[in-house]
Each structure stands twice: as C-alpha cells, then as structure tokens.
C-alpha cells in the first residue's frame, strides 16, 4: 500500500485547537501526532478544566491505545512491510485459496462491496501497477514507465482476480494471477479512523478528533461549539475550499490528484489509477471528498468517485444512503450532493 510518507494535510483543522481554560470553563483540548502509516497521525481530545490528575492519566493512556491500535493496523496491512501478513499474501503463489486473518478478510469484504457498486473502479488489487509506475517507492517516481509493460499488466488484470471464500473463523483468500496483489492504501487509513475512534471510546474518551494526513473522524462534541474543519484546495498549498461546521460526530475522507504526483511533459500523473486503462484516472476530478458513516466506507468511496468522475461518482454515492460528496473539477467549479455539510470558501 502506498502511504504517503511526506505529510499531506489535506484537511486542516481550523481554529479548534486552542488550549487553554476559560472562567466559562470552556473544553480544553490536547493534541498528539505521530508518524505511522506513512503520514501525521493526530488525536485531540476535548474536556473540561480539572485538576484531577487521574483523569489526565486516563486521557493520555487512552490516546496511547488508539496510536498503538493505528500502529497495530499498519503493521498488519503495510506492503512496504516484507514481515506483514498483508505482504506474506502478496508473497504467496497464484491461484490457490491461502488462509487469511479473519480482520484482513472484514476489510476486504467491505471494499469488495465497493468494488462491485463501482463496476471495478475500486479495486484492492493493485500493489503490481503501483510497484510497476514507482508510486511506492521514495522518492516518488519521475517518469512513465514502458507502455508495453502497462499493457502486458492490464491483459490479465481482470475484474474478479480476487476472491474470499471459506468461513468467517477461517477465511480464504485467491489472488487469480501476478496482475493481482493487495494495496490496501485507498482503505487502511478509514479503517484505521474506525478503530482509533473505537478505542477511545473504550477506554472513556467521548469527545475527540481523530485526522490521519487529513482524512478524520470526529467523536462527540466540543463543548457548546461546532467543530469548524476545513478541506484542503487541491492548488492551493495553504488554501481551504470549503468549510465544514457541524455539531455531530462527522467522518470526512479526501481522495486528490495532489498527494502524489509528478509532471511528466505538462501532464500530471498521481497515484490513483484507474484499474480500466493501468493509468492515473482522468475523470476530470481533481478533488473528491466524502462524508460517510465511517472512515472505511468514506475512503474506498472517496477513490472510486475519484476514478469514475462527477457523473458515475454521485451516482455510486446513491447507492450507499447516508454518504455525501464534494468534488472539484479540474475547471475548479465544485459538485456536491444535497446533503454535503460544508460551504465552499470564495476564490481569494
Ligand atoms: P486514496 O488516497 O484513499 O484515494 O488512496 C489512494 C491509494 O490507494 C494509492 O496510493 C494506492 O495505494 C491505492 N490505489 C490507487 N488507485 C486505486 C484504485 N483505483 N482502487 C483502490 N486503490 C487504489
Ligand atoms: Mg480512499
């Protein structure tokens, strides 16, 4: 799985952030970042002024637990990892039904459903054209690779190369041919969102965001105010497309052209790829975010409105109730579904 590892802030946090305790006594938020699957990770958490020592102890265990468990999760799905159980599948011959942890198999059922609403778009199959195109190595790639070697890769790169059978304890999974090998970066980091925030809660944690390299997930409120959360201009370094404030617990995922590019004779080429052509998709979105119910869902979907465009995208959000849109084209006019929270920024 390609995880960025420069660090993309494609969603900015706006002025939630300050600390400090007011006579109102107003929440005070802590924030923690680290490294870990290749981009900033951070968890802020929100509650009230108090001396009481304890509970600062048991808020920062609690955020321990949550970067162990993202950490966790990396360690599992990572395929620069040659040790992970993600690569040991990757590793293994073609064609033959191979055990799987029954986790690896939840997630790929999940982004199955995706890849079949999106007629392919999605697929979790990819890890050989990315290997092929460089996208995962540092630094990122600066040429096209052969074409002959696209097409030779796209001739047995069919739709169903991946296949789960056997039973929930034990699941098996087949990957058809060598075209065929996991890359789980369009899926891992809303997934890691979802545990984050699972483990939080376990551990008595209510109020919090949680924002892997700007996809994130907010858990209960931040006291009487909305959370106030900005999603990055796809062409502006430090702007803000729109706006987004809200008062309930909100995931937000962002799938862009800008995260891992390079130009190559006045064309960009990026690291979503359209599994149809073996090339970075040219759907005429250079931006897709999308709120979903959780972090899983948001980010396979954000990639498949990424490769089937404005038109096949909003469609495909139809059929999961409950997900919502905002895209910008490449002519920066912005799409959105009727129930997108956020309201674009003006043009400076
Ligand atoms: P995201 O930023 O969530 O859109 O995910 C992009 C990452 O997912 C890439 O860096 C690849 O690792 C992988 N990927 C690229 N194209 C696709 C695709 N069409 N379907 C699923 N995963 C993809
Ligand atoms: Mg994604």
């Known amino acids: 799985m390609i995880f960025c590892r420069r660090t993309p802030v494609l969603l900015l946090i706006l002025a939630l952030l300050a600390t400090g305790c007011s006579p109102t006594a107003q929440p005070v938020s802590r924030t923690t970042t680290r490294l870990l699957m290749g981009t900033?990770?951070?968890?802020?958490?929100?509650?009230?002024?108090?001396?009481?020592?304890?509970?600062?102890?048991?808020?920062?265990?609690?955020?321990?637990?949550?970067?162990?468990?993202?950490?966790?999760?990396?360690?599992?799905?990572?395929?620069?990892?040659?040790?992970?159980?993600?690569?040991?599948?990757?590793?293994?011959?073609?064609?033959?039904?191979?055990?799987?942890?029954p986790e690896l198999a939840d997630l790929l059922r999940r982004g199955l459903e995706v890849t079949n609403a999106s007629g392919g778009a999605f697929d979790m199959g990819l890890d050989p054209l990315i290997l092929l195109w460089g996208f995962s190595r540092e630094p990122p790639p600066q040429t096209v690779p052969d074409p002959q070697r696209i097409t030779a890769w796209l001739e047995h790169h069919a739709p169903g190369g991946l296949t789960l059978s056997g039973t929930v304890e034990q699941p098996l999974l087949r990957l058809a041919n060598a075209s065929h090998g996991l890359d789980l970066g369009a899926i891992a980091k809303g997934y890691a969102l979802d545990r984050a925030v699972a483990v939080l809660q376990e551990q008595g944690i209510h109020n919090a965001i949680v924002n892997a390299g700007g996809n994130l997930r907010t858990i209960g409120a931040k006291g009487d105010r909305p959370w106030r959360l900005g999603i990055r201009h796809p062409r502006q370094a430090e702007g803000v497309m729109a706006v987004v404030e809200v008062d309930r617990p909100l995931t937000m995922v962002t799938s862009g052209d800008y995260e891992r590019f390079f130009i190559h004779q006045d064309q960009r080429y990026h690291h979503i790829f359209d599994p149809r052509t073996g090339y970075p998709a040219r759907s005429g979105l250079i931006s897709v975010t999308v709120q979903a119910e959780d972090g899983t869902l948001a980010d396979a979907l954000s990639t498949a409105l990424f490769v089937l465009g404005a038109e096949q995208g909003l469609a495909l959000l139809r059929r999961f109730p409950g997900s919502e849109a905002l895209l910008m084209l490449e002519d920066r006019s912005l799409r959105r579904s009727a129930g997108f929270i956020g309201q674009p920024v003006a043009e400076p």
Request: net charge negative; charged share 20%; glycine share 4%.
């Open 40 to 101: 900033l990770v951070s968890i802020t958490t929100w509650s009230l002024p108090t001396n009481a020592s304890a509970w600062e102890e048991q808020e920062r265990q609690g955020v321990d637990a949550a970067f162990r468990e993202v950490a966790r999760i990396e360690g599992v799905m990572s395929s620069h990892r040659a040790d992970s159980p993600l690569s040991r599948l990757n590793q293994a011959p073609r064609g033959i039904a191979h055990p799987l942890l």
